[in-house]
């Protein structure tokens, strides 16, 4: 997508600092760190959100499990743990609308949600 700044980091046109990629995922660190490791794992393909998957999208989703296992390994908090965070649809606060996978870590995460 022409507009999309994600579409532009994976093409490149855009830099970022890239951690990991294969075929159908691209993984880069987030620009506003929340945490000692906070990467985004992201489609190659512009898919909005999780909603926009369809069967098509299964590569897509293997690339993610396996970016999840390696990157935890590689950023040192496969035994210390980690959080993935999506965000769907404007009650999550998603801001960016191509589909991606916050993994956090680093420092004890707290509490999954505060209470409203
Ligand atoms: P959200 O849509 O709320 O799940 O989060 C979007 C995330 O993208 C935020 O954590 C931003 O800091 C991050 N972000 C926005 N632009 C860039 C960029 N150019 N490079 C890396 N991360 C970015």
Redesign the pocket.
Known sequence: MAEC??CK?VSGE?P??KVWEDDHAVA???????APV?V?IVPRAHRESFADLTAEDAPFLASLARAIGEIAEKEGVARSGYRL???TGPD??????HL?V?LLGGRPLGPMLKKA
């Open positions: 700044i994600f980091i855009i970022a600092d880069f660190r987030d620009i506003r760190p929340i906070h985004l965070i999506s965000n999550a606060g998603q801001e960016v609308f991606h916050h």
